[in-house]
């Protein structure tokens, strides 16, 4: 996933994923993607993501 703006830190988070640590044939994810849309609603948009997503999920340091 790509995240363009302004008030971004810049760089990558996360490792490269493991080819050979795969879950039934796919890559396993480091970073749910309801990660990247809690950390948006709260730090950027300031709403609530608890509301929208209906659970907490972790903030990401990218903003």
């Known amino acids: 996933m790509f995240i363009f703006g302004k008030s971004l830190k ?5 490792t490269h994923p493991s080819l050979e ?8 994810f480091q970073i ?5 849309y809690a950390t948006v609603l709260d730090q950027w948009m300031g709403v609530d993501s608890t509301t929208i997503l209906r659970q ?3 903030s990401i340091p990218f903003v």
């Open 10 to 14: 810049p760089g990558l988070i996360g």
């Open 32 to 36: 749910d993607f309801r990660q990247v």
């Open 21 to 28: 640590n795969l879950n039934d044939g796919d890559l396993n």
């Open 56 to 58: 907490s999920y972790p």
